[in-house]
């Protein structure tokens, strides 16, 4: 399962490349996301909530940035978390990248990969009962 997202951000890629990659500071942007502890300065444990149809789930994992490359402004990240209560796991991968615009300009884009697996398992065994529950 993928998911695309880009928006613009108004700085110059440079200063920009820089905020992305200060997860510290953007991570209280993402609606749903707490930093819970910085292992090193690529990889992180936190939280983020989410909701999977009439399911709302909490994931605690660790997020690895991986493959940074400042000179043309792209970097992998790979996440892996459970479910607070148990009930399945995700894993997912994300290349973002960083281009200039037209009016100086970034335009930030994003693409992630979720394990199919595990969100099949997810809806499999959270989705289907809530649904067939329903009168």
């Known amino acids: 399962m993928e998911f695309d997202n880009s928006f613009e951000v108004p700085l110059p890629p440079a200063e920009a490349w820089k905020v992305l990659l200060d997860i510290k500071r953007i991570a209280p942007c993402m609606p749903g996301a707490e930093l819970t502890e910085v292992v090193d300065q690529d990889t992180y444990k936190g939280k983020i909530g989410v909701r999977l149809g009439p399911v709302a789930l ?20 790979s996440a892996q978390g459970t479910d607070a209560k148990g009930r399945g796991g995700a894993n997912a991968a994300s290349l973002f990248r960083l281009e200039p615009t037209a009016g100086g300009s970034g335009q930030a884009d994003f693409r992630v990969g979720a394990d199919r697996e595990s969100v099949l398992e997810l809806d499999r065994r959270l989705v289907s009962p809530a649904v067939a529950a329903t009168p």
């Open 58 to 77: 909490t994931f605690a994992g660790i997020v690895k940035l991986e493959e940074i490359d400042d000179a043309k402004h792209t970097a992998r990240v």
